[in-house]
């Protein structure tokens, strides 16, 4: 399984920009997905978890009302609606898939990309 984030850029505080998850190789079915940044000098993030049922957690309560994730289908892509930007909010994003319950070790990790929010 290969995937592949994309959709970022720069912003303004308070725009928006939609982040997108291409999925490539074998099926994701039954393996939950997910969303984390990494700002520079600051550990990795877990963002939001999304189950292979297409039900969402989000794990940072900083995203809570601004961030919304979403997952076509097993092997579609997957979202993240980002409204509301924050200085904050800068960092390079990623996606993973197959995450354990409980972890926020994905076994795949796709190439991320960046967005920079100014004030």
């Known amino acids: 399984v290969q995937l592949q984030a994309s959709g970022g850029g720069s912003v303004q505080t308070g725009g928006s920009l939609r982040l997108t998850c291409e999925v490539f190789?074998?099926?994701?079915?039954?393996?939950?997905m997910g969303w984390f940044r990494q700002a520079p000098g600051k550990e990795r993030e877990f963002v939001a978890r999304?189950?292979?049922?297409?039900?969402?957690?989000y794990t940072s309560n900083s995203v809570k009302g601004r961030f919304f994730a979403s997952r076509v289908s097993f092997d579609g892509p997957m979202y993240l609606q980002m409204n509301d930007l924050k200085p904050e909010d800068t960092a390079v994003y990623h996606c993973?898939?197959?995450?354990?319950?409980?972890?926020?070790?994905?076994?795949?990790w796709g190439r991320g990309t960046q967005v920079t929010v100014s004030s």
């Open positions: 190789g074998d099926t994701l079915r039954g393996h939950a």
């Open positions: 999304i189950e292979s049922s297409g039900g969402v957690t």
């Open positions: 993973g898939a197959g995450i354990p319950y409980g972890t926020t070790n994905p076994k795949y």
